[in-house]
């Protein structure tokens, strides 16, 4: 190859040149002419008994120039048609393959030609290459078939599931909240040691049933202890000191008797002296008379009478010395007599000292006996007992141990309460529950689900003991994320029977889930439309659902009220509305008013000063709503916010019914209210004071009264028609045993011996029947029982007869209202507003302004409430 | 046109390309400095063990690359080449070169060209050559004898044109194959496959052909490449992104003595393999037998199916990092079809060869390359995971998600794209972009492809494309096939958003009992 040639070569799917030039094949001992050849393969005439794939072994033979070149070699059988056998070497060496190849190009170049004088030719195109590698047969194609359709079936199958298992997903995403921070609780309290000491003995285990009054444990109390012994050594010291006296005593009176006995003794011997100087006496006055008339006849001379009359001075005076000592003698055993003995020149003897000292180390004896015997009930006082029926929830320690003072020994669930749900959320997941709804709880323990409701939602508690650490336990900052469970969430059993209530066994742990309040990926979008409906609204009304549609108030103009006492009405209420302008709200968490009887309590003080918010927050809705001022309504939103915001219901009655103005004054700004967080708090407190138990009397007094007004505003508010029905019924049972006699008068009435009670009573009962229509008859007779008793009677003292405790205990710590006192019907001015307002229904003119000259800032919205209530012919 | 004058560019270092680059890693570090803290809360534990494992694997994974790049092309391959060397140094020859070149209507220039680099290489070499040429038009044979013509006929060089009687690259090639059987082979001859619009640089054949003298079972060898881009400047960045990730994979596989592929554009064979029968079969008929679309031929892929021959008669097969080949793309329409069209074909041959050259097994693969050849396929979803977890999260806290996430994307990519400057022997700024959009977009055509695998389109050569039978048939494969592939995309963003924290996942029957439960 010494030039640069180009060759143009056919296309062909020959691997080598074929030739037809003579070659034979020797085959099991029969030759068999080639019908063409090439280096990979030939063709040779149908041989019998060979198959498609058999290998063969032979002799491949050409002739070349008259010799015979033949090499063994192996061929495969790859093609049998009528007039021929195609075969393929296999393994061919490559001296073979470099022969045959040799000699098909030396053919085909013309270098050589066949011996027959053949002639050469090129291989002509082989068939064109199948488009399909391997044609498929029928079998094949079936095959194919089935294992499309089943990988199809399978996943279309797995698409189903797949579907189905992201469906579910994130419906559950989306719409659902799972809490499984969440543990069964129920009311506990704590026995708390008022000892330090040592736990002598424990007498129960958890888990034990316990009835009011068993011992749960006593404790050796140091102090007691300590206290016991002083007094019994202080008796045995005045019993010591009182022996001592009592023999010294002893001792004197003995020497006592010996003085009086010497005494009597020389008293008889001073009488026996007198005597004889009384009879020497008289001798020598006889003698100086017979002597004086011997001088006076001058018998005798005067020296003599004189003599004779110096011999009876001389006697006269040793008679009265004997006297004298006499009587000192008779003083003697007088004073012996009386403990003393005279020993001639001062008085002797200890007898009335020593009795004096007998006498108070008796009366000391006796003190310290006494204060001894204080100190065994004390000793008895330290076993503690159960304070009612009760299961033990745990105990902490055991016999044997220190105990502190205040310190938790025993925790006791009361038989009968009700057990609930704290749940810990995060606070984005706090942001997501709604108080109210109702969701599903798992205990794993008893792998049982229960519908439960939730009560309410505190997104502050988890934070709780930060706030209340001192800030020198606490010198740092803690960091929170998102992720933080620090909410809290309470939830209640929405229907569990006693028997299941039993093993819902405070620790449990929960699985909860809730539904969300709105989609989390969407809030923004939410917030827009929210806005949009908002501003769409604008200024419409929405019905009214305590005030009635027809009120004045939601014409859709300024009210206009014909009678001329109400300009001066709507004035008040206008400047009560600025003045709760300049007012910040004061709410507070939890409401601590009912009850108490410390007046200078901060947290009764908060809780009162709080109940001024209700208050204006209803002027200030009422003023918005007789003006159509923004910024009356917009101050109402900010109180009602902040009510929102932080206060937790706790449903007791009668501090809660103070919030009623919240309600009236929701219900007038309507649509304008609408805020999750007021709905929520609104569906926290219809939760808790669904959740209220009340005592045996509170069961059937003003607090029950108080409890369903509450309960049947909320209802109506919210919306809430079943529960409304159900609420109407109880009051309509309430009403038999609260206001059950014919004069009028209320349960409380009797129970307080007080009209205060009576209208407070009756307050409650107007607002239901406002709200409700029911029980107005009985309001009637209540109302005029209230009337009469306060006009005809009015010097009845007020709590002169009252049963309750509390009204003694407020009256001693200074409460005004419960001192005894005639009443003053001028506080029943809310009361007579609010019967005035009731349909069909007159006060008499002097009844009214008596009620206007007592209004108050808390009656004003309900004088102004008559007026507007219903459009008025 | 002008025929441009192609040699290789030395390695190069462009101070305004250096500005850019500092310029974007400046910008880069402003917008992580003033990235909103908040965003990373979402990405918890979940989200840091289960995606940012995912990223540790892939940066591990092309760590365990680049250090096996590092070995082969700075410890094992130079002791090759001095051997290589010493044995060509020493008259070591090959008895014959074959050049099997097949060309389409190739513009006139990059044919002269092509020629002109064979037989400079025979010339120098002095080795005798086939040069056989697959046409498939008399324009292609024109060009070829025109310029042949004016060659000086002193060397040992035969010229064979073969026309191609059916459509197709790899009946052009089996048809050359069959001609070069049947002109015969010697032991020890070699084959040159190469692309019409492939120019061999000196000493390609210098550099490859003592190989396969040190080492009998070596099948095949392939080089290295470079792009001369006839088209947009962003192109020639695309290409030259693509060949450094080349030469990085290429050198890390054959450590192995193994490669993935063997370029159509330059790759020299063993020539007693290639003309087996059934090489040739596998490269004029190579197909699949799929499921859902029955057996179906391979259009495109000619230089898989010979990769796969020889992987599957376990043969060696080494990258030559020190010989070059040019390839020569005229981009005369749009840059971003073409863009991806070639990607739509390569992860088309990928996939249609990847499943069943992982059927052989590590054995017979090598662990690694088997290895390799798994990730493949792991990679199309691994790549995904990211933006579709940046996806759900921006879904469920917000768009500030997206913009940490391009942040994220930029700052890897420019780590990455460190890497690959080396192996592209310059800076290109676009590389991080780039890089991330070859590796999305190739992700997101390899989950089309893979349900639609029979679908072939091969622009280069006439537009060819595979052809179905419309029908109740084709309806059903092409309904069923976008069925699967949305099944699978929905369970990728499910899972991705479970790991991501966005979406919750309690297992189905406690949610299902809930739902019931209601």
Redesign the interface.
């Known amino acids: 190859?010494?030039?640069?040639?180009?060759?143009?070569?056919?296309?062909?799917?020959?691997?080598?040149?074929r030739v037809s030039s003579p070659a034979e094949v020797l085959l099991s001992g029969v030759r068999y002419r080639a019908r063409d050849w090439s280096a990979g393969g030939f063709s040779i005439d149908p041989v019998e008994g060979r198959g498609l794939g058999e290998q063969l072994r032979l002799t491949f033979c050409l002739n070349f120039q008259g010799f015979e070149i033949s090499f063994p070699a192996s061929a495969e059988v790859v093609r049998i048609s009528e007039d021929s056998l195609a075969a393929k070497f296999i393994d061919l060496g490559?001296r073979e393959s470099?022969l045959l190849?040799s000699f098909t190009?030396s053919i085909i170049s013309g270098e050589m030609t066949s011996v027959g004088n053949l002639l050469t030719r090129m291989d002509s195109?082989a068939l064109?290459?199948?488009?399909?590698?391997?044609p498929?047969s029928r079998k094949t194609e079936r095959k194919?078939r089935v294992?499309?359709t089943i990988?199809?079936g399978l996943?279309?199958i797995?698409?189903v599931i797949?579907?189905g298992?992201?469906l579910?997903?994130?419906?559950?995403?989306f719409f659902?909240l799972?809490i499984d921070t969440a543990v069964i609780s129920a009311a506990l309290d704590q026995m708390v040691s008022q000892d330090v000491g040592k736990l002598a003995e424990v007498f129960v285990e958890p888990g034990n049933r316990v009835r009011a009054g068993q011992p749960l444990f006593r404790i050796e109390s140091e102090m007691v202890v300590r206290d016991l012994q002083a007094a019994r050594a202080e008796l045995e010291e005045a019993r010591i000191v009182l022996g001592e006296i009592q023999a010294r005593r002893q001792q004197e009176n003995q020497r006592l008797q010996a003085y009086q006995a010497i005494s009597r003794d020389q008293l008889e011997l001073a009488r026996a002296r007198v005597t004889a100087a009384t009879a020497e006496r008289d001798a020598g006055k006889t003698e100086f008379e017979r002597t004086r008339k011997l001088f006076e006849w001058g018998i005798i001379a005067a020296q003599l009478v004189d003599s004779q009359k110096a011999n009876l001075e001389k006697e006269e005076a040793q008679l009265r010395q004997a006297i004298a000592e006499q009587r000192i003698a008779e003083t003697s055993v007088e004073t012996a007599n009386r403990g003393s003995f005279f020993s001639g020149n001062f008085l002797v003897g200890d007898v009335p000292r020593l009795a004096v000292d007998e006498g108070a180390a008796r009366e000391r004896v006796a003190a310290a006996e006494k204060a001894l015997a204080q100190q065994f009930p004390r000793v008895a006082e330290r076993t503690y007992r159960a304070p009612y029926d009760g299961l033990v929830a745990r105990v902490f320690k055991s016999a044997g141990t220190t105990v502190d003072r205040g310190e938790a020994l025993v925790v006791l669930r009361r038989t009968g309460s009700e057990p609930y749900i704290d749940a810990y959320p995060t606070q984005e997941e706090a942001d997501r529950v709604q108080a109210g709804t109702h969701g599903?709880a798992f205990i794993p323990a008893l792998n049982q689900?229960y519908d439960v409701q939730v009560m309410s939602i505190d997104r502050t508690a988890g934070f709780l003991r930060d706030m209340q650490t001192p800030h020198l336990l606490q010198p740092q900052y803690t960091w929170r994320?998102?992720?933080d469970r620090s909410a809290y969430v309470k939830l209640a059993f929405a229907s569990v029977a006693p028997a299941e209530s039993v093993a819902l066994s405070p620790g449990l742990p929960v699985h909860l889930?809730l539904p969300k309040t709105r989609n989390?990926?969407l809030p923004a979008l939410i917030r827009v439309v929210h806005a949009e409906t908002e501003e769409k609204k604008g200024e419409a009304a929405r019905a009214p659902r305590l005030w009635p549609p027809d009120s004045p108030l939601f014409s859709g103009v300024a009210p206009r009220i014909a009678d001329p006492r109400f300009q001066s009405v709507r004035k008040a209420v206008l400047d009560a509305a600025d003045r709760a302008l300049r007012v910040p709200p004061a709410p507070v968490r939890v409401l601590s008013s009912a009850g108490a009887t410390d007046k200078s309590d901060p947290a009764f003080q908060q809780s009162r000063r709080a109940f001024d918010d209700s208050d204006h927050f209803a002027l200030l809705a009422l003023a918005g709503s007789l003006t159509g001022r923004s910024d009356y309504r917009d101050a109402a939103g900010r109180i009602v916010q902040a009510w929102a915001a932080l206060n937790q219901p706790t449903g007791q009655p009668i501090d809660e019914t103070r919030l009623e103005g919240f309600l009236w004054g929701l219900d007038l700004l309507g649509a304008r209210a609408d805020d999750p967080a007021v709905a929520a708090w609104l569906e926290r407190w219809r939760a808790a004071a669904r959740a209220w138990r009340f005592g045996p009397k509170t069961a059937y007094n003003n607090h029950k009264t108080h409890h369903l007004k509450t309960l049947l505003m909320l209802d109506k508010l919210l919306g809430r028609k079943s529960d409304y029905q159900k609420d109407l019924r109880d009051a309509e049972e309430h009403l038999k045993v609260n206001l059950p006699n014919a004069d009028g008068s209320s349960l409380d009435y009797h129970e307080r011996d007080a009209l205060h009670y009576h209208a407070f009573d009756l307050e409650a009962w107007e607002e239901i029947a406002l709200v409700t229509g029911c029980c107005d008859t009985a309001v009637d007779r209540a109302f005029g029982f209230l009337r009469s008793a306060a006009l005809d009677h009015p010097e009845h003292l007020e709590f002169s007869g009252s049963t309750a405790p509390l009204d003694r205990k407020r009256a001693a710590a200074g409460f005004e209202y419960a001192q005894p006192h005639t009443y003053d019907i001028q506080k029943a001015a809310r009361a007579i507003f609010s019967y005035a307002t009731l349909p069909g229904r007159r006060v008499d003119a002097e009844l009214y302004r008596v009620a206007e000259q007592g209004r108050q800032s808390d009656a004003l919205f309900y004088q102004a409430r008559y007026y507007l209530w219903q459009s008025r012919q | 046109m002008a025929v441009p004058a192609i040699e290789r560019q030395p390695r190069c270092f462009e101070w305004p390309q250096f500005f850019k680059l500092i310029l974007l890693l400046g910008v880069l570090a402003l917008a992580i400095a003033h990235l909103p803290n908040d965003i990373w809360?979402a990405a918890?534990g979940v989200l840091a063990l289960s995606l940012g494992g995912i990223a540790a694997w892939r940066y591990c994974w092309w760590l365990t690359h680049f250090v096996r790049s590092q070995i082969y092309g700075r410890l094992v391959f130079p002791k090759l080449r001095r051997r290589a060397g010493a044995l060509w140094s020493g008259g070591w020859r090959p008895s014959m070169i074959h050049f099997m070149v097949v060309t389409f209507r190739e513009k006139p220039h990059v044919t002269e060209q092509m020629l002109d680099s064979i037989l400079q290489e025979c010339r120098t070499t002095g080795i005798?050559a086939r040069i056989f040429v697959g046409t498939g038009d008399v324009s292609d044979?024109r060009v070829?004898?025109n310029h042949?013509a004016g060659?000086?006929?002193?060397?040992?060089?035969?010229?064979?044109?073969?026309?191609?009687?059916?459509p197709g690259k790899r009946?052009a090639i089996?048809?050359v194959?069959?001609?070069i059987?049947?002109h015969?082979i010697h032991?020890g001859d070699l084959v040159v496959f190469m692309d019409g619009d492939s120019i061999l640089t000196g000493g390609v054949i210098e550099k490859c052909a003592p190989l396969f003298a040190l080492n009998p079972k070596l099948g095949a060898v392939t080089t290295n490449e470079e792009a001369v881009v006839l088209g947009p400047r962003w192109m020639q960045a695309w290409w030259d992104l693509r060949f450094a990730q080349r030469r990085l994979a290429m050198q890390s596989h054959s450590l192995s003595r193994k490669v993935l592929t063997l370029t159509g554009r330059l790759s020299i064979f063993r020539a007693e393999y290639v003309?087996d029968?059934d090489f040739?079969?596998t490269i004029?008929?190579?197909?699949l037998?799929h499921?859902?679309w029955?057996?179906f031929?391979f259009l495109s892929g000619d230089d898989k199916s010979s990769w796969f021959w020889l992987l599957r008669n376990g043969q060696d097969m080494l990258y030559v990092p020190d010989a070059f080949a040019f390839t020569i793309e005229s981009i005369d329409g749009n840059g971003y079809q073409r863009v991806q069209q070639n990607l739509l074909r390569w992860s088309g041959n990928m996939l249609r060869n990847g499943s069943r050259a992982l059927a052989l097994g590590p054995r017979r693969c090598g662990a690694f390359i088997w290895w390799c050849l798994l990730d493949q396929r792991l990679a199309i979803w691994t790549m995904l995971t990211g933006p579709v977890a940046a996806l759900s999260l921006s879904?469920?806290l917000g768009p500030a998600v997206l913009v940490a996430y391009l942040i994220w994307v930029l700052a890897t990519r420019v780590l990455l794209s460190l890497v690959l400057y080396f192996y592209a022997g310059r800076i290109y700024p676009s590389f991080p972009f780039l890089l991330y959009a070859n590796q999305l977009l190739g992700s997101i055509i390899k989950v089309h492809l893979l349900f639609h695998i029979s679908r072939q389109r091969w622009v280069n050569r006439g537009d060819q494309a595979s052809h179905h039978e419309a029908g109740r048939l084709f309806h059903f494969q092409k309904a069923?096939a976008g069925?699967?592939t949305a099944?699978y995309v929905?369970?990728l963003f499910?899972l991705t958003s479970i790991a991501a924290g966005?979406?919750?996942?309690?297992g189905?029957w406690s949610?299902?009992?809930?739902?019931l439960?209601?």
Not at chain 1, 1 to 17: C, D, G, K
Not at chain 1, 128 to 134: D, E, G, L, R
Not at chain 2, 284 to 287: G, P, Q, S, T, V
Not at chain 2, 502 to 506: A, H, K, L, Q, S
């Open positions: 190859m010494a030039t640069l040639t180009v060759v143009h070569e056919t296309p062909s799917q020959r691997r080598s040149y490559e470099e190849r190009s195109p064109p290459a199948p488009v399909t590698a391997k498929e194919q294992r499309r990988r199809a996943y279309l797995a698409g797949v579907g298992v992201i579910l997903t994130l419906a559950d995403v659902r799972r599903t689900r994320g998102i992720n889930d989390p990926l | 809360d918890n005798p044979e070829i004898e042949l060659q000086p006929t002193d060397l040992p060089v035969e010229v064979i044109i073969v026309r191609q009687n059916q009946f089996s048809r194959l069959c001609a059987s049947r015969g032991r003309v029968e040739i079969c004029e008929a190579d197909h037998n499921w859902l029955g057996d031929r879904l469920a069923m069925y699967v099944l929905v369970v499910f966005v979406i919750e996942w309690r189905v949610a299902a009992l809930e739902w439960g209601q």
